[in-house]
């Protein structure tokens, strides 16, 4: 059964340093998205992609983010200079089209920032 | 505004019981909802969906619910496992738009 999978599992950062999450998307999906979970918290959603650009992204997904479809499989979300409350799961979904789908999620990135 | 809540925060059953999570949700734009079970260390899992047209759905062991009068969405599992065992998150995607809102979670604890 296709997955959506994320790499790293884990990332550990200095404050202000930079990182990127990356993201592989079920191959035959078209919508991605960036969500994040604090600890202990909710799912929070940051930003949806559609067709090489976004859809729509939350109050949270400031300057200092950014997400690219480098080429026809990867995803990714980069922090430029990240911060000690950017510490949190974030998590990678897609689904195959618009309207109501279901969004698949993968497995996450724990980012510790330190 | 738009906000997705869940009433308990734990819930513990014993195992072979019914369990029933339950979710309130305040846009009535919305119009397709998805329970996800999450693990610890895990990413929120597909277990069943429902969209506005609709009252109830039956999955394997699974029943969504949905009042669309009191905004009230509930998941019902049957004949609960340990494997069971998980945080529960009820999801809205208001009026198809390009994000899910999720609730708070409810923490499920399955008894032997």
């Known amino acids: 059964e296709p997955e959506v999978t994320q790499t790293p599992s884990h990332q550990v950062t200095q404050m202000g340093q930079e990182v990127i999450l990356r993201c592989v998307p079920i191959?035959?999906?078209?919508?991605f998205y960036w969500y994040r979970q604090i600890l202990g918290q909710k799912v929070e959603f940051l930003v949806s992609?559609?067709?090489?650009?976004?859809?729509?992204k939350s109050e949270i997904f400031d300057d200092q983010f950014s997400v690219e479809r480098p080429d026809g499989s990867n995803f990714t979300l980069k922090i430029r200079s990240t911060k000690l409350e950017d510490s949190a799961m974030y998590f990678c979904?897609?689904?195959?089209?618009?309207?109501?789908?279901?969004?698949?999620f993968g497995p996450g990135t724990r980012l510790t920032v330190l | 505004g738009e906000s997705v809540g869940l009433h308990l925060p734990t819930l513990s059953v014993q195992e072979g019981d019914n369990s029933i999570i339950n979710c309130a949700y305040s846009?009535?734009?919305?119009?397709?909802f998805i329970w996800y079970k999450q693990e610890s260390g895990k990413g929120p899992q597909f277990i069943i969906d429902?969209?506005?047209?609709?009252d109830k759905r039956q999955g394997q062991r699974v029943t969504v619910l949905l009042n669309k009068t009191v905004k009230h969405l509930s998941l019902q599992i049957a004949a609960t496992q340990p494997g069971d065992s998980a945080v529960y998150f009820c999801?809205?995607?208001?009026?198809?738009?390009?994000?899910?809102?999720f609730g708070s979670g409810t923490r499920l604890l399955v008894r032997p």
């Open positions: 979904a897609s689904k195959t089209g618009g309207g109501t789908d279901t969004q698949y």
């Open positions: 191959s035959n999906h078209l919508y």
């Open positions: 992609f559609y067709n090489n650009e976004i859809s729509e």
């Open positions: 846009n009535s734009a919305s119009d397709y």
């Open positions: 429902i969209r506005s047209n609709m």
């Open positions: 999801a809205e995607d208001v009026d198809s738009s390009y994000k899910l809102i």
